[in-house]
């Protein structure tokens, strides 16, 4: 299947062995969503119309590296919501692991809860990986900045998981 890399101005096909979607980019409409937060309230793209939203997708709660991105979003909230962002993390863990995940670090946003994977498929971020050997399906650490209207801005590939704010205010 091919995998689309993401430019700020086209879609580049090239071929791999990894199973993913196509990944929307910048300049296009952000796909449409509907998902329980860690509370089974349903949350769509529609609500934040308005408002820039920040969608990013990690593996799991309570991991280093997702915990590390997480608590760096935390730290610095005030300064996302000070540039006019709303901040929704998305995964596959159910939405009481997100409660708990929430509570353990003081997490100041919301967590999608995506165990039939439809965000993921949609955003492009549920893809194949390998890890000694061992291909299974899992989430792509990938990061969209959505503007008001809600079109795409901007992908985050590359996630800093320590200085991932930095990497959405720049």
């Known amino acids: 299947f091919p995998v689309t890399i993401a ?17 929307p980019v910048a300049g296009e409409a952000a796909p449409a969503f509907q998902a329980p937060d860690q509370k ?37 909230h005030q300064d996302l919501r000070q540039a006019g962002y709303r901040i929704l993390g ?13 509570d353990k670090y003081e997490l100041t946003f919301d967590l999608l809860s995506d165990q039939d994977h439809a965000v993921h498929e949609a955003y492009g971020t549920w893809v194949e990986k390998s890890m000694y050997g061992r291909k299974y399906m899992g989430t792509d650490r990938v990061t ?9 801005e901007e992908v985050i590939g590359k996630v800093d998981t ?9």
């Open 40 to 76: 089974g309230q349903i949350r769509s793209l529609a609500e934040f119309k308005g408002h820039k939203l920040v969608l990013y997708f990690y593996p799991k709660d309570d991991t280093p590296g997702c915990t590390a991105e997480a608590c760096n979003l935390r730290d610095h």
């Open 162 to 170: 320590k200085n991932h704010s930095a990497q959405i205010l720049r």
């Open 144 to 152: 969209f900045k959505i503007n008001e209207e809600g079109c795409i």
């Open 90 to 102: 998305v995964s596959a863990d159910s939405p009481a692991s997100h409660q708990k995940f929430i």
């Open 7 to 23: 430019t700020p101005y086209s879609r580049t096909r090239i071929p791999t062995t990894l199973h993913t979607m196509n990944r």
